[in-house]
Nanobody, 119 residues
């Protein structure tokens, strides 16, 4: 079992910044991918950014150039720096880790942290 615990959400004005963190514990398989997803009211959950175990990153077009994902492998922590926030970034942000083994995908999710961008 893997546990993921997010922190760092809150209320911020447009143009502001936040840093989200996700503390991971438990045993993870090799070749895993960690990422941040978000879900706004009335919308489907979407991928924001992801990072592979060898450091390759991928971002949603809407956050490219504003958000930065990073990982501290020694501390088993996943981070997301959110800069130049916009009201449309308001959502619950979820930490995720997944891997493929024996043609089967295994996913673990955190409980989510609320990010609200408003003046």
């Amino acid at each position: 079992q893997v546990q993921l615990v997010e922190s760092g959400g809150g209320l911020v004005q447009p143009g502001g910044s936040l840093r989200l963190s996700c503390a991971a514990s438990g045993r993870m398989s090799s070749n895993y991918i960690m990422g941040w997803y978000r879900q706004a009211p009335g919308k489907e959950r979407e991928l924001v950014a992801s990072i592979t175990d060898d450091g390759n990153t991928q971002y949603a077009r809407s956050v490219t150039g504003r958000f930065a994902i990073s990982r501290d492998s020694a501390k088993n922590t996943l981070n997301l720096q959110l800069n130049n926030l916009k009201p449309e970034d308001t959502a619950v942000y979820y930490c995720n880790v997944f891997w493929w083994a024996n043609f089967r995908r295994t996913d673990y999710w955190g409980q989510g942290t609320q990010v609200t961008v408003s003046s």
